[in-house]
């Protein structure tokens, strides 16, 4: 279960998105710790197809209680990444992604799964796959490096946690197709996936 601190600042958010009709889904650090071994976070990480035409409305709902600029937002839709958005009070950080339109990405975004993330089943948001939250943390482990020990936990965790209901030529695939194929193998050994499947 994730902590209820961090879903009460990332409710708002995803109300707002909700309500202005934009597909959403967690991913990063909640989503492997909802599907793997539970860690603290500093952040959290949303997926979604945010348009030039729910920029303006999108500010002016969360202005109030966070930092959120709308030049930030436009450059992010324009370049296809991320922008922030901060809660004034916590400083607790949101990265909002941009959907890069990726055949992977809409696969993802059609993929995603509406869950529970606290025990008195008050907050019900979508997350990333099991399968494409290994996957988008394969890809972010290889960009930074293959450095971070956090990322690596985080997927290797999803993996051992999941095992039995993983779909696995679906991550074989997309791992070709992302050009991590050989980190995915890494991670099969370092959980032990294929030991009593």
């Not at 860690?39 to 930092?67: C, M, P, Q």
């Not at 997309?174 to 194929?181: C, G, H, M, N, V």
Request: hydrophobic fraction near 40%.
């Amino acid at each position: 279960m994730i902590d209820e601190d961090i879903l009460k600042l990332i409710k708002p958010i995803i109300d707002c998105l909700v309500e202005l009709n934009i597909s959403y889904y967690i991913g990063g650090s909640i989503a492997s710790s909802a599907y793997g071994f539970p860690r603290t976070t500093v952040d959290a990480d949303l997926g979604a197809d945010i348009t030039n035409k729910h920029v303006r409305d999108l500010v002016k709902s969360l202005e109030k209680d966070y930092f959120i600029q709308e030049s930030a937002i436009r450059d992010a839709i324009i370049e296809r990444r991320s922008f922030n958005i901060i809660h004034l009070e916590t400083m607790f950080k949101i990265d909002v992604f941009v959907s890069k339109k990726r055949r992977f990405d809409q696969e993802a975004n059609s993929r995603k799964r509406k869950e529970f993330l606290d025990d008195k089943k008050e907050f019900n948001f979508y997350l990333s796959s099991p399968e494409d939250t290994v996957l988008y943390k394969l890809e972010w482990y290889k960009i930074g490096g293959c450095v971070s020990d956090k990322q690596w936990n985080d997927l290797v965790g999803v993996l051992k946690v999941q095992k039995h209901n993983l779909d696995k030529e679906y991550l074989l695939k997309w791992a070709k197709e992302l050009e991590i194929s050989d980190l995915l193998e890494k991670a099969f050994i370092d959980s032990g996936f294929e030991e009593d499947k």
